[in-house]
């Protein structure tokens, strides 16, 4: 006699979805989401940090306005400064646009700006990335300024523009005050406009420039450090 037995639950799922991992459209979508993330290993994240110094010295040496009672130049250094520090992260912007600058120093011959590139663009860089993400609310630094620019009016964070605000003060005070000991307070009163224009430059196109970026290529926000 014909028994029939009763269908197994647990076999047709198996059936129709051979991997559990994605057996439902939820899970599916969590799988694609995993496939795009880049691994946060740190010899990537430190590989970033080179090509974004790199991208920073070129940026700074290829275009040198010279000013002589400083013996200084106006460049677009502040343009990768505050890219980095608005796409990739506070560590990446204090050595990059640290680093970056002091290199470029060296190679146009500028020896004696080399300490104090390094110390006022890290700086600049790294407090300008802080201040871009600490008044947005989420816990993940990756996810602040993205979040509450979907709720804002706004095509950015407004928060980056209290972190041009910081960071050209950093950048002008520091240059300021090395140009007055090393040439006197006149040669660095002549120079503080140019660094004035120098960093609202580099804010009116870092901004776009971290924009275009996040949105062509979402993952990059898995390497802020």
């Known amino acids: 006699m014909y028994s029939r037995k009763e269908a197994d639950p647990a076999a047709a799922s198996a059936f129709l979805f051979p991997n559990p991992a994605i057996g439902y459209t939820g899970d599916m979508r969590k799988a694609k989401k995993e496939k795009r993330r880049l691994p946060r290993s740190p010899a990537l994240r430190i590989a970033t940090i080179a090509v974004l110094t790199a991208v920073t010295a070129v940026f700074t040496y290829l275009v040198r306005i ?3 009672p400083t013996r200084g130049y106006l460049n677009l250094g502040d343009v990768a400064v505050y890219f980095s520090a608005f796409t990739l992260g506070p560590l990446t912007a204090l050595l990059a646009g640290g680093l970056g600058t002091a290199l ?4 146009a011959g500028y020896p004696q700006w080399i300490p104090i590139s390094l110390l006022v663009h890290g700086l600049q860089g790294l407090l300008a990335a802080l201040v871009a993400v600490l008044p ?3 816990s993940s630094l990756g996810q602040r300024d993205m979040s509450a620019r979907r709720d804002s009016r706004w095509p950015f964070p407004p928060a980056w523009l209290a972190a041009g605000g910081v960071g050209t003060l950093v950048m002008c005070a520091g240059y300021f005050s090395a140009g007055a000991m090393m040439y006197g307070f006149g040669a660095a009163l002549v120079e503080l406009p140019g660094n004035l ?6 804010l009116l196109a870092g901004i776009p420039l971290s924009l275009a970026v996040r949105k062509a290529y979402p993952p990059v926000a898995e390497l802020r450090w």
């Open 104 to 107: 470029a120093d060296l190679l």
């Open 136 to 138: 947005l609310g989420r």
């Open 197 to 202: 224009l120098q960093n609202v430059a580099g």
């Open 66 to 68: 010279p000013i002589a």
